[in-house]
């Protein structure tokens, strides 16, 4: 059931509530909007018509349009935001220390609000919240790479990895996981209507949000890598479903380090059309 409600004493019959849904399922009858009985299976539940209401007349899913955030007067600076994007940097040294569960939850759902393929809304966050977890973690992959190098059983091209285990056992040097406190992994299911678009999206949401809030991230090539071509049993461990696909990883945690300006990369590379 779509549940869906429209307060006829609220509604200005603007009409735009139909005219922007996706899969045309709302229709208006004497200018009041609705959606028969026969389309609401075509719904996709972006819920573009409980947002687009300048009213706030129309309900869906049960959702109250006041439980929403108005968005008037919520325009970035777009100089500052320029500058905050352009100044988005990897972070490879962080503080020892874990986040607030209340602040990598704020994260985790703000980056829910990202868009996917025909809303599919399929994404699964797999987190590790707590240091002395991911501690562990780098512990037992680190031992299972060492044996593997040991054995020479690396798949070819990943034979870096038997060196990485051998830099943190004898140095401490977490090349992969970079002394991070937490990891992100982006999983959704292989019959997903885009699974792997779907992930960096949502991932990339994560990413410039936390920048925000003072949080440093760097995209982990180097742990999907591990997970994908070397240790899938890993995924078991981390309690990722066995029909995922995992689109990448994120590490993140407080910075040690602070980036003082933006770099400088020109002018994109750009081919126009026609």
């Known amino acids: 059931m ?25 229709e208006l009858a004497d200018g009041y909007p609705l959606i028969p009985t026969e389309k609401e299976p075509g719904c996709l539940r972006c819920q573009h018509c409980l947002t687009i209401c300048p009213s706030g007349a129309v309900s869906i899913l049960g959702l109250d349009p006041q439980d929403s955030r108005p968005l008037n007067k919520v325009l970035l600076d777009p100089e500052r935001f320029e500058t905050f994007i352009k100044g988005r940097r990897t972070i490879r ?31 699964t966050f797999t987190v590790i919240d707590k240091k002395e977890k991911l501690a562990e973690f780098r512990e037992r992959v680190i031992a299972d790479l060492a044996r593997l190098a040991e054995a020479k059983r690396l798949p070819p091209g990943r034979e870096v990895f038997g060196y990485f285990a051998q830099l943190w056992k004898q140095k401490k040097i977490d090349v992969i996981f970079r002394g991070a406190p937490h990891l992100l992994i982006a999983s959704a299911p ?40 070397i240790l899938p049993e890993t995924k078991e461990f981390l309690g990722i479903p066995g029909d995922h696909v995992i689109g990448y990883c994120m590490v993140f945690g407080r910075p040690s380090v602070k980036f003082a300006r933006t770099a400088q990369r020109g002018s994109a590379n750009v081919h126009i059309v026609g």
Not at 5 to 22: N, S
Not at 205 to 216: K, M, P, R, T
Request: with cysteine.
């Open 2 to 26: 779509l549940d869906f409600k429209v307060a006829k004493e609220d509604c200005i019959k603007c009409g735009l509530c139909a005219k922007l849904c996706p899969s045309g399922v709302i």
């Open 93 to 123: 040294a962080y503080h020892n220390e874990d986040l607030e569960p209340a602040l990598i939850q704020r994260l985790l759902d703000v980056a829910w609000h990202a868009p996917s393929a025909k809303n599919d809304r399929k994404i």
């Open 190 to 229: 292989k019959t997903a209507v885009a699974p792997l678009p779907d992930c960096f999206i949502a991932l990339s949401y994560f990413d410039l949000f936390a920048q925000s809030l003072g949080v440093g991230t760097l995209w982990c090539g180097l742990a999907k890598w591990m997970i994908d071509d």
